[in-house]
């Protein structure tokens, strides 16, 4: 075999050393997000594996893994995580496996876990009562803020959180009442799925304002390291991942339209100081938000399909993870968008 990095071959990676040749390849092919969301998982494994005195990825096989995942359901954690991690070892047992740094087939020795239908997704969401009595609370302000806009645009569009962050001035069209969702990998702002992300969605007449009214007033006037102008911009210029996460704590807070659900004084709670607001039981990330919004574009009766593409998601996704009603409540949906075609005169 010929001499690569100092190894024999493939089979004498170290597991950690492993990794970081995987995380190397995806992050050729995938978002840098996704990447965080492989490494945080696969770490998992590699610290494991490091205290099993485990020195070479080639002595994995079939009963070390059941012994990791045995190790990991002693955590108590819940199914759909363990689900996830699970899913994340096979793609790196099958990248393994391509090098052979492995025994062939080794990935399928990776255990499925179970997850009870109820289980099987996230049901936490902005629901749209909650988000009507913020956007009513925001819009009659005479200046508005980022977090405003910022809520607008996610809720209308149910754009995921890097999405949101890539936006620059000049995706916002308020003539044609429209958002363009690019991608642009070279200065720094992918989207999730590259090429094939990139639409251009309408908004309501409520959004194109709000923009407006920001880009006039409060928005910083700044451009990021690669001369782009961001949308959503911060003193820095383009605002990183958390500061997208934590504006979208910041405006979702209840006590913004009314009094704490939680029994809180609100000048003392400790929710609303800086880098706090995660904690309150009621606010929302931004995949929230767009959970939210996704189920409410179907319920005002937008065809799947269109919300599909609006939110960049497969239908059967949208299906299985997003759409949070009840059977009724689709029953309920069919029948406002069908109803009156099964009505008929007798008299006819």
Known sequence: MSKSNGHDGPSDLSPREALERFLDRKRIETSKQTIGTYQSRLKLFVEWAEEEQIARVSELNGWLIDKYETARRARDIAPLTLNKEMGSLRRFIEYLERIEAVEEGLSEKVPEVHVPKEDQSDDTKLPTARANLLLEHFRPFERETRGHAFLEIAWNTGARLGALRALDRRDFDPENHAIAFRHRPDTGTPLKNKAEGERV????????????????????????????????????????????????????????????????????????????????????????????????????????????????????????????????????????????????????
């Open 201 to 348: 969605v309408a908004v309501t007449p409520e959004v194109v304002q709000a923009v407006e009214d920001y880009l006039d007033g409060d928005r910083w006037d700044k451009r990021d390291e690669y001369g782009r102008e961001p949308l959503l911009s911060s003193r820095q210029g383009r605002p990183g991942i958390n500061t997208v996460r934590r504006m979208s704590y910041q405006v979702t807070l209840p006590c913004n339209y009314g009094e704490c659900p939680h029994g809180q004084d609100i000048p003392e709670c400790d929710f609303r100081e800086v880098n706090h607001e995660s904690k309150c039981p009621s606010s929302r990330a931004p995949h929230h938000i767009r959970t939210g919004s996704i189920g409410w574009q179907l319920d005002c009766g937008i065809p799947i399909e269109v919300v599909a593409t609006r939110v960049n998601s497969a239908v059967k996704t949208i299906k299985k993870h997003y759409d949070k009603t009840t059977e009724r409540q689709r029953m309920e949906r069919r029948r406002r968008q069908h109803i009156d075609k099964l009505s008929f005169n007798t008299t006819q």
